[in-house]
C-alpha cells in the first residue's frame, strides 16, 4: 500500500513554478495496478519520482509499505563507464539481492552476448533498454514504477518481455505513465487523473481514460 | 549502502593515471630547479623535496576536483532512491584518500629508499596534513556541489581563481624563506601551512616556523561547516537537474 497524506509539491523550473499536487490524500491500494493519467507537463514522472523517494514532499508525507522500483524508463539508469554487467552488480548491492543471480538473469534475458561486459556508453538505446528492462524484472518488487516503457527491441524480445511482465504482475502492481490508453487498458484495472494539482482516483481504468480525454477536449 | 561505493568511483584510464600524474610533476620540478639552483631548499634531493611538497598538496587538490564532481558525474545513479548525493560524496572521499595514500606510498617511498642518506620519517604531522587536506576539500567539495548547480557563472570564476593555488602553497619553495611580507600573506593559505606540516614529517631538521595548527583546523572547520549546510539545505535539488 502507498499512502500520499495532505501532499504538496511545487516545482521550480526556470524561474516557473508549477504546482504539481496540492493538499492530496490518496492511497493506491496493493493488488490494484494503476494507469497514471494526465496532460502533458501535469507532473506525472514528478509523482512516480515521489512515490519512489528520488524526490521530497514540500508538505505532506508519503507512507509506503512494499519494495517499489525506481522508475523505469526507456534509457535506464546506468554509469556509461562501466560495462552492463558491472552496472548490474552495483543495482543488485544497493536492492540487496544475490549479485550473481541477478548478473545472469539478466545476460540471459537481455541477449546482450559480448556488449554484457562492454561500457554502457558503447550501447545503442535498444540495448540500454533491454538491459534496463532485464534488470527490474530480475528483481521481485511490490510495485512497479513505469515511465513511459513498454516494448522494447525487436518483436520477440517484446513478445517476451511483456509475457514475462504479465508474469510478474500476479505478484506485483504497476504505477504505470503512459499515452497509450490501449497499454493503460492492458495492464491497469484502476486509474488516477492529475489535472490542475489534483488527483482523482478511479476504479475502473475506462472511467479514468474517460475522464482524461474530456480533460483534454475542453482545452 | 557502503559496500556499493567503491564501484562508482571506477576512473577511466585505470589506476595508472593517478600515479603519472604525480610522478611527472615531481620529475619537472626536480628537473628545472636543479638546472637553476644546487640544493634545493630542504635536504639534498629535489625529488624528495618536491615530492613531500607536491603530494602533501594534492591531499587537497585531487580531493577538491574529484568531489567537485561527485553528484553531477554520477546523476544516473542518483534516480534509484537508495542512492543519495551525499553516497556519492562519501565514496569519491573515501576512494580518493585511498588512492592519494596509495600513490603518496609508492611514490615517497621510491624516493626515499634511493635518496643517499636515511629519511627518518615521523607520521603524526603526516597524518595531521593528510586529515586537515582532505577535510577542507570535503568542505570545499559539499559547498562546491550546491553552488556550482545554482550558479553556473561560479563554475568559471572557481576555476580561474584556484588555478594559482599550486604556486602559494609552497610546493616549490619553503614560506619560511620568504620576505617577511610575503611570507605574511602566503600564510593565509591554510594549504601552505598544510604543506609545511607534511614536510615536517619527512624533515626532523625542517622547524616550519609560521606554522599554525590552530590556524589550519580552524579553516577546515568553517568550510565544513559551511557545506554540510548549503549542502543538507539544499539536498532536494540535487537530484532535480
Request: glycine residues 8%.
Amino acid at each position: 500500500m502507498i499512502r500520499l497524506e495532505r501532499a504538496t509539491k511545487e516545482v521550480r523550473m526556470k524561474g516557473v513554478r508549477k504546482m504539481i499536487i496540492d493538499d492530496v490524500s490518496v492511497t493506491f491500494p496493493r493488488g490494484k495496478s494503476i494507469g497514471l493519467l494526465g496532460r502533458n507537463g501535469a507532473g506525472k514522472s514528478t509523482l512516480l519520482q515521489i512515490i519512489a523517494g528520488t524526490l521530497e514532499l514540500d508538505r505532506g508525507r508519503i507512507i509506503r509499505q512494499g519494495k517499489i522500483s525506481w522508475p523505469l524508463g526507456f534509457q535506464g539508469s546506468f554509469q556509461g563507464n562501466l560495462s552492463g554487467e558491472q552496472n548490474v552488480r552495483f543495482v543488485a548491492r544497493i536492492y540487496g539481492v544475490n549479485t550473481d543471480e541477478l548478473v545472469a538473469y539478466v545476460a540471459e534475458f537481455a541477449e546482450l552476448g559480448q556488449f554484457y561486459h562492454a561500457p554502457v556508453r558503447t550501447y545503442s538505446s535498444g540495448m540500454k533498454a533491454r538491459l534496463a528492462f532485464g534488470v527490474s524484472m530480475g528483481i521481485n518488487f511490490d510495485y512497479y514504477l513505469v515511465d513511459e516503457i513498454t516494448a522494447v527491441g525487436d518483436t520477440n524480445f517484446k513478445r517476451k518481455s511483456q509475457q514475462t511482465f504479465k508474469e510478474k504482475l500476479s505478484n506485483s502492481d504497476v504505477i504505470m505513465v503512459s499515452h497509450s490508453t490501449g497499454t493503460l487498458r492492458d495492464y491497469c484495472q484502476t486509474g488516477i487523473v492529475l489535472e490542475n494539482g489534483q488527483m482523482t482516483y478511479y476504479d475502473d481504468i475506462n472511467e479514468a481514460i474517460a475522464v482524461h480525454e474530456s480533460n483534454m477536449k475542453r482545452h | 549502502m557502503r559496500e556499493m561505493s567503491t564501484r562508482f568511483g571506477a576512473k577511466p584510464g585505470g589506476y595508472l593515471w593517478a600515479f603519472l600524474d604525480p610522478v611527472s610533476h615531481i620529475v619537472f620540478l626536480s628537473v628545472i630547479f636543479m638546472a637553476i639552483a644546487h640544493i634545493p631548499p630542504l635536504g639534498t634531493s629535489f625529488p624528495l623535496f618536491f615530492a613531500t611538497g607536491y603530494i602533501g598538496f594534492q591531499f587537497y587538490q585531487a580531493m577538491a576536483g574529484y568531489l567537485n564532481s561527485a553528484v553531477s558525474g554520477n546523476k544516473a545513479l542518483l534516480s534509484y532512491p537508495s542512492v543519495a548525493p551525499i553516497d556519492t560524496i562519501a565514496a569519491r572521499y573515501a576512494l580518493q584518500i585511498v588512492t592519494t595514500t596509495i600513490v603518496a606510498i609508492v611514490v615517497l617511498g621510491y624516493i626515499v629508499f634511493t635518496v643517499r642518506h636515511p629519511v627518518s620519517i615521523h607520521l603524526p604531522p603526516i597524518l595531521e596534513a593528510i586529515a586537515a587536506a582532505s577535510l577542507i576539500a570535503l568542505g570545499i567539495g559539499l559547498a562546491n556541489t550546491v553552488l556550482f548547480i545554482m550558479y553556473p557563472i561560479y563554475e568559471k570564476l572557481y576555476g580561474i581563481i584556484t588555478r594559482p593555488l599550486f604556486l602559494v602553497s609552497g610546493v616549490f619553495f619553503l614560506p619560511d624563506s620568504l620576505p617577511p611580507i610575503a611570507k605574511d600573506v602566503i600564510l593565509f593559505n591554510p594549504l601552505a601551512h598544510i604543506v609545511m606540516q607534511f614536510r615536517t614529517g619527512f624533515y626532523p631538521q625542517y622547524r616550519a616556523s609560521g606554522y599554525d595548527g590552530f590556524y589550519v583546523w580552524c579553516v577546515a572547520a568553517s568550510l565544513m561547516f559551511v557545506g554540510l549546510v548549503l549542502f543538507t539545505s539544499c539536498r532536494a535539488r540535487l537530484r532535480d537537474r
